[in-house]
C-alpha cells in the first residue's frame, strides 16, 4: 500500500485546515490508521488515531477538542479536520497504516507512512 498526504499549507492562527491521506495499492478497511507530525529538530509526536471502523478516535491533548480524525473506507482515505490553528501546530503532518484494526499511539507500531504535507500557523 501506498500513502498520499494532502491538504498542508499556510494558514494564520485561528485558521482550519483539512488533511487527507488517500490510500492506493490495497484496502485500508481493516487496519487502523493514524497522523504524526514533526517539528524542526523535534522528534515526531502521535497526533490521533482511528481504528479501523473509525468508531474509535484517540487524541494527543495537545490537539483534543480542536481536531478531528475520520475516515472513509469506501473511498480508502483518512482525514484529519484541524481548526483553532495554534503556531506550535506547525509541523510536517505524516498519516500512517497500522498492521492491526486497534488504534495505537507508538509510531513504532505503524508499519506504512506517506510522504508528509507541511502545515505551517502564522501568529
Known amino acids: 500500500v501506498q500513502l498520499q498526504a494532502s491538504g498542508g499549507g499556510l494558514v494564520q492562527a485561528g485558521g482550519s485546515l483539512r488533511l487527507s491521506c488517500a490510500a492506493s495499492g490495497r484496502t485500508i478497511s481493516y487496519y487502523a490508521m493514524g497522523w504524526f507530525r514533526q517539528a524542526p529538530g523535534k522528534e515526531r509526536q502521535f497526533v490521533a488515531a482511528i481504528n479501523w471502523r473509525g468508531s474509535s478516535t484517540y487524541y494527543a491533548n495537545s490537539v483534543k477538542g480542536r481536531f478531528t480524525i475520520s475516515r472513509d473506507n469506501a473511498k480508502n482515505t483518512m482525514y484529519l479536520q484541524m481548526n483553532s490553528l495554534k503556531p506550535e501546530d506547525t509541523a510536517e503532518y505524516y498519516c500512517?497504516?497500522?498492521?492491526?484494526?486497534?488504534?495505537?499511539?507508538?509510531?513504532?507500531?505503524?508499519?506504512?507512512w506517506g510522504q508528509g504535507t507541511q502545515v505551517t500557523v502564522s501568529s
Open positions: 500512517a497504516s497500522h498492521h492491526r484494526p486497534d488504534y495505537d499511539t507508538d509510531p513504532g507500531e505503524y508499519h506504512v
